[in-house]
């Protein structure tokens, strides 16, 4: 027969003693570095792209581009904590990033200003 609380519900079970793994703290602080200082830079990122790509006045490049950064970045630190590793999470991280420096160095070359 299970035993019951004094409230008559069942006793829950004693957790384990031992807590999280350090293997598990180690990917979790992982994936917190990868969220802040990932996430940051991939909005730096995108948001230097738009300011050279878009085709307005550069003050109104600016203000849209980081309009767009204000969202880009939540969506990258939702996007590390959904991915199913840590390596995953750097690697999407470090490739949409390099995406974004490439479009950085090629609108340059072609002469634009923001």
């Given at each position: 027969?299970?035993?019951?609380?004094?409230?008559?519900?069942?006793a829950?079970?004693?957790l384990?003693?031992?807590?999280?793994?350090?293997?598990?703290?180690?990917?979790?602080?992982?994936?917190?570095?990868?969220?802040i200082g990932?996430?940051?830079l991939?909005?730096?990122?995108?948001?230097?792209?738009?300011?050279?790509?878009?085709p307005?006045?550069?003050?109104?490049?600016?203000?849209?581009?980081?309009?767009?950064?204000?969202?880009?970045?939540?969506?990258?630190?939702m996007?590390?904590f959904?991915?199913?590793?840590?390596?995953?999470?750097?690697?999407g991280?470090?490739?949409?990033c390099?995406?974004?420096?490439?479009?950085?160095?090629?609108?340059?070359?072609?002469g634009?200003?923001?």
């Amino acid at each position: 027969m299970r035993s019951l609380s004094p409230g008559g519900a069942p006793a829950a079970r004693p957790l384990p003693a031992s807590g999280p793994t350090p293997g598990y703290r180690a990917a979790v602080a992982s994936r917190a570095g990868a969220a802040i200082g990932g996430g940051y830079l991939l909005s730096w990122l995108a948001v230097r792209a738009l300011a050279l790509g878009l085709p307005m006045d550069p003050v109104d490049n600016v203000v849209a581009a980081t309009l767009v950064g204000l969202a880009v970045y939540p969506c990258a630190v939702m996007w590390v904590f959904a991915a199913a590793t840590p390596t995953r999470a750097w690697l999407g991280l470090g490739g949409a990033c390099a995406l974004f420096q490439l479009a950085i160095l090629v609108l340059r070359a072609l002469g634009g200003q923001a």
